[in-house]
């Protein structure tokens, strides 16, 4: 991974310890974060976000399908994250797999609420077409281009940005005669219908470096972590979901402390979000 | 199996202080746990170490409709192809049996369990004490009940301990499941499946740390709070429990 010297580990230790972070930002601070939507255009929806030298695209497909039996009224969604070996020679072969399969059920937890659906940031019912039979697959991938830490958050976000430039197509459906005919549907390529993006939240991670908790560490810092702390919060300030990552044990009280940062953090990034989607969607639009 | 089960609940103050929201709530949506149990009352635990006899430690946990076989092999020496560490390793792998569910083979959904449990475990080993060495913790749940990985991960700490492995403590583990205003403690299957959020604490509970929490569902922070306590204050009793499993083999 990350080859630092003692000294190096110490500066990246004593500068967080005096909030002023090694590129200068203090420790509630995010990079610079930069929004492109619409980048493949063979999707659904897309949406490219750069968070410093972090880059990661998600694309997301919309299929039809056949809901599951045990629930009739809601649709599918699945979320895969790639960790391509051109972002780091770990990746290759089946290296990736283990990160990319943590990143995965990190955000389904983060975007897909309780079992009940509550919570949730993608509402399950409102893709359904016909009750039972038809409705729509959300196939949302994830691909790490560049990585230089805080991939969840990169991802939550350029999730965020991809559903909110995802238009799923109008389908017109003709029941059949009998209830026991599969329906005729018949998907218009020209009209769109626009995701509901209200609910959907962002997840910030606080990184613990030493006594100290950061947001949005770099790769040096993420090797110094101790352990960290992924909350997803939507707009109204709801937790949706939390992940730990990281060994070592944290006081119960830290957790509340971080999960209270954390609340806060994300009302700043959703709007800085928001008005980054605007911007894109009128550069796209040009 | 279980002639005289040891049950564990939170502390009485505790309960007497959800008993009047409880009473409340219960006004609005009266239901009981298939079970019989108060929300707030554990299944009762069984457990015992010396499972299985190849394994350097193992144990043998059942809370209630969960059953769950844990057995560690090592310290023993890492693979050649690992890169030399002066730290020992933590192999975890998690699986259930073909018919641990009621539909054959649904088990294969865990596939995060194995890196769950990993991380549950390795902040309250003390990998220092066996370096260039792996231990490995292999988990199998023969009948899934609700709950499996906290009692996937209480019965590993358990496997550890009988193995003789070095830890800082003890690590015990607890899942709530959240439904509209109500808490559950530790959910059955069934309430698992129909959960409108759930969340699990894995704990040392003599240094007072968490190891592993995870939160699905839609919370607000009081209520996280509120499930946090809960959890903490059974995770303690089993602590408890299963400490007196372990002094009971040494005695």
Same mark, same amino acid.
């Given at each position: ?9 110490? *500066? ?17 601070? *995010? ?46 969604v699945a979320i895969f994250i790639d960790c391509s070996p051109t972002a780091a020679p770990e990746f290759e072969g089946r290296g990736g ?67 909110? +430039? ?25 009209? *769109? ?28 810092? #993420? ?16 937790? /949706?979901? =939390? ?37 894109? #969607? ?5 | ?27 609005? @949506? ?11 009352? /554990?299944?009762? @635990? ?6 299985? +006899? ?15 076989i844990v057995s560690v092999f090592g310290p023993r020496e890492s693979k050649k192809a690992m890169m030399y560490s002066d730290t020992g390793?933590?192999? /975890? ?12 083979g649904q088990g294969s959904d865990h596939k995060e369990y194995s890196s769950m449990l990993h991380k549950a475990l390795e902040g309250a080993?003390? =990998? ?27 019965? @590993? ?24 205003? +109500? ?19 894995? /704990?040392?509970?003599?240094?007072? #740390?968490?190891?592993?929490?995870? =939160? ?10 509120? @499930? ?24």
């Amino acid at each position: 991974m990350v080859g630092l010297s003692t000294g190096e580990k110490h *500066f990246i230790h004593g500068g967080i310890a005096q909030d002023l972070r090694s590129d200068g930002r203090k420790r509630l601070h *995010f990079r610079p974060i930069s929004v492109e939507t619409g980048v493949i255009p063979q999707a659904n929806g897309s949406a490219r976000v750069r968070l410093g030298a972090t880059d990661v695209i998600v694309s997301i497909k919309a299929e039809l399908g056949k809901p599951n039996s045990f629930q009739p009224d809601k649709g599918k969604v699945a979320i895969f994250i790639d960790c391509s070996p051109t972002a780091a020679p770990e990746f290759e072969g089946r290296g990736g797999e283990e990160l990319s399969s943590e990143l995965s059920v990190a955000l389904e937890r983060c975007f897909l609420g309780g079992k009940t659906g509550t919570g949730a940031g993608i509402d399950l019912s409102s893709l359904i077409v016909v009750e039972g039979k038809v409705c729509w697959d959300l196939y949302i991938d994830g691909l790490v281009i560049s990585s230089d830490g805080n991939l969840l958050d990169a991802l939550a976000a350029a999730i965020k940005v991809a559903l909110s +430039n995802t238009g799923i197509p109008k389908v017109n459906v003709d029941l059949g005669a009998s209830p026991d005919d599969q329906p005729e549907v018949d998907v218009s390529d020209e009209e *769109f219908l626009q995701f509901d993006t209200s609910g959907v939240p962002v997840v910030v991670t606080l990184t613990k470096v030493g006594r100290h908790y950061i947001v949005d560490a770099t790769l040096e810092e #993420e090797s110094q972590m101790s352990s960290a702390v992924s909350v997803s919060v939507n707009r109204h300030g709801h937790i /949706c979901g =939390l992940t730990k990552r990281g060994g070592a044990g944290l006081d119960p009280s830290v957790i509340l402390d971080m999960i209270s940062v954390a609340k806060h953090v994300s009302q700043n990034l959703i709007s800085v979000l928001d008005s980054e989607i605007a911007a894109a #969607e009128a550069n796209a639009d040009e | 199996m279980a002639t005289n089960p040891a049950t564990y609940s939170p502390s009485q103050s505790l309960e007497r202080r959800q008993q009047q929201q409880r009473r409340k709530i219960f006004l609005q @949506a009266d239901w009981t746990r298939t079970d019989g149990r108060s929300f707030h009352q /554990c299944r009762p @635990a069984f457990m015992r170490t010396g499972a299985s +006899n190849a394994a350097s430690g193992s144990a043998y946990a059942e809370f209630g409709g969960t059953k769950v076989i844990v057995s560690v092999f090592g310290p023993r020496e890492s693979k050649k192809a690992m890169m030399y560490s002066d730290t020992g390793r933590l192999n /975890c792998n998690v699986s259930y049996t073909t018919f641990s569910t009621p539909t054959r083979g649904q088990g294969s959904d865990h596939k995060e369990y194995s890196s769950m449990l990993h991380k549950a475990l390795e902040g309250a080993i003390i =990998l220092e004490t066996f370096p260039k060495t792996t231990v490995d913790v292999f988990a199998l749940v023969l009948e899934s009940g609700g709950s499996d990985l906290p009692v996937i991960i209480s019965c @590993a700490s358990l496997a550890l301990a009988d193995a003789g492995i070095m830890m800082y403590d003890l690590v015990s583990s607890v899942s709530v499941s959240c439904f509209g205003n +109500n808490l559950v403690i530790d959910p059955t299957a069934e309430e698992e499946a129909c959960q409108d959020g759930s969340l699990m604490i894995a /704990c040392m509970p003599a240094r007072y #740390e968490v190891t592993q929490l995870t =939160l699905t569902g839609e919370w607000s922070t009081a209520k996280i709070n509120e @499930a946090m306590e809960l959890c903490l204050d059974a995770c303690l009793k089993l602590a408890n429990i299963m400490r007196s499993c372990l002094k009971e083999i040494a005695s």
